[in-house]
Nanobody, 121 residues
Framework: QVQLVESGGGLVQAGGSLSLSCAASGIMFSINAMDWYRQTPGKQRELVASITNGGTADYAVSVKGRFTISRANAENTVYLQMNSLKPEDTGVYYC???????????????WGQGTQVTVSS
């Protein structure tokens, strides 16, 4: 079974920075795209950033220029560096990975448990 574990969340003042990480473990053939989502109560979960296996990154307009997604393939880890944080960045951040796993090597999506990010004004 594949597991994703996020870390790095916490409380920070507006304008500050946080760095999130997500490590995948388990029996995997390979990991394709890795994404960061965030969830705020009363709002739909939104895609914050994504990165392909080849390292091509995309960002939500609201975070572009402030957040940077990267990955370390050898460690099966994706990172999200968050700078110039705003109160509206508050939420639970979830990591998602598209993983080739199982004896059939089929692409399956796996989600982490989430890590809380709170930005105070």
């Amino acid at each position: 079974q594949v597991q994703l574990v996020e870390s790095g969340g916490g409380l920070v003042q507006a304008g500050g920075s946080l760095s999130l990480s997500c490590a995948a473990s388990g029996i995997m053939f390979s990991i394709n795209a890795m994404d960061w989502y965030r969830q705020t109560p009363g709002k739909q979960r939104e895609l914050v950033a994504s990165i392909t296996n080849g390292g091509t990154a995309d960002y939500a307009v609201s975070v572009k220029g402030r957040f940077t997604i990267s990955r370390a393939n050898a460690e099966n880890t994706v990172y999200l560096q968050m700078n110039s944080l705003k109160p509206e960045d508050t939420g639970v951040y979830y990591c998602k990975a598209g993983v080739l796993s199982g004896v059939d090597r089929r692409l399956r999506d796996y989600w982490g448990q989430g890590t809380q990010v709170t930005v105070s004004s």
